[in-house]
């Protein structure tokens, strides 16, 4: 049996989980209040955070899972990309226990860990599998050849789509993360109410920066207008900024499946929590014969399964790490 133990501490979220021969038995997330008053993440915050939560939440994890630290055979952590005090945090904790342990250690790199988390509960995709992975650092189309042979084929040059989410709340005066409250509101909208451009990219790329742009200008002149224009139209705001960054993401996502001829299709990372892409990803599967896939809700946001489960690949790899490794802000796959 393969017990390993799993943590992710890149950003704003303090998780743990314990995976069981591929098979995931707890997962933990502690989530950091500290940053809603500030409008957005605050790394010296998040860095403190990570520090008092990470015993608790590993605790929590094998308690659990019925396991005790003796029975593990691996630690995992994301290595990169994120902040890098937040990273730290992870990484320097599970070098200590797996140096206390005299078990190997693995490193993990958290946007291949977003991808795999469509691997941990069946339906399981089949590869090629085509992934868009959608966060709030990032931006990807990923073509996966198998389990740890994963390349970027298209991606933001600047805003990732979760930015795109959070910068048009933070506009409309919600508070952080707004990706969540956007999609609540839109719910209730009319997505074809107002419109918004679709940026020019060649080839597989994105660009969010033009999107944010255009909506802060809207804001501004209906707002010199109407003082109220916001209070009384946030539901039709809201879907028609969201049905604008879907279809952006999913027109770059059809490109993408007709060039590399893949028909197995899936979403990940936090934005991938909203609902309005998950529709979509359905829609446009009955439409082009697509097999597709959405990790449950828990394992699209930061979440320390996703890291377990890319672990447990690189464990049956034998691709450990030594305990000189370190964490790194920014990261090529
Ligand atoms: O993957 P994630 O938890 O952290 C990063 O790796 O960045 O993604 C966080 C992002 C935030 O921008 C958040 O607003 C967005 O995911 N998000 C959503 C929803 N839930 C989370 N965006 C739109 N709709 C949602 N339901
Ligand atoms: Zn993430």
Redesign the pocket.
């Known amino acids: 049996m393969t017990n390993i133990l799993a943590i992710e501490s890149?950003?704003d979220?303090t998780s743990a989980a314990v995976l069981q021969d591929g098979k995931i038995l707890s997962n933990f997330i502690a989530n950091q209040q500290v940053h809603e008053q500030y409008g957005g993440v605050v790394p010296e915050l998040a860095s403190r955070a990570h520090l008092q939560n990470i015993v608790p939440v590993v605790d929590a994890a094998l308690r659990k899972a019925g396991l005790t630290k003796a029975e593990l055979d691996a630690i995992a952590f994301t290595q990169s990309p994120?902040l890098i005090g937040s990273l730290l945090v992870g990484c320097s904790f599970a070098k200590a226990m797996a140096l206390a342990l005299d078990i190997p250690l693995i490193a993990v790199h958290?946007m291949q860990a977003?991808v795999l988390a469509n691997f941990i509960e069946e339906p399981r995709p089949a590869f090629p599998f085509l992934c868009l992975t959608?966060?709030?650092?990032?931006t990807q189309i990923v073509l996966c050849e198998d389990f740890l042979k994963m390349t970027v084929i298209g991606e933001t040059q600047d805003d990732?789509?979760?930015?795109a989410?959070?910068k048009t709340?933070k506009l409309l005066g919600l508070p952080y993360?707004?990706?969540?409250l956007?999609?609540r509101y839109a719910r209730e909208g009319d997505p074809e109410r107002f419109s918004f451009p679709e940026p020019r990219i060649p080839g597989l790329n994105f660009s969010f920066s033009g999107l944010k742009t255009a909506i802060l200008y809207f804001i501004r002149d209906e707002t010199a207008k109407d003082p109220d224009f916001v209070a009384k139209n946030l539901p039709d705001i809201c879907a028609s900024v969201?049905h604008r960054i879907i279809t952006i993401l999913m027109n770059k996502l059809v490109k993408a499946a007709q060039q590399t001829g893949v028909t197995h299709v899936g979403i990940a990372?936090?934005?991938s929590?909203?609902?309005?892409?998950r529709a979509a990803l359905e829609t446009y599967s009955k439409r082009y014969g697509w097999q597709h896939y959405i990790p449950k809700f828990e394992y699209?946001?930061?979440n320390a399964a996703m890291i377990a489960i890319t672990a447990y690949h690189k464990f049956k790899a034998g691709q450990f790490s030594p305990l000189s490794v370190s964490a790194g802000a920014r990261a090529t796959w």
């Open positions: 890149s950003c979220e994120g958290h977003h959608v966060s709030g650092g990032h990732a789509a979760g930015e989410f959070d709340a993360p707004g990706g969540p956007i999609d969201q990372g936090g934005v929590a909203n609902s309005g892409l699209c946001t930061d």
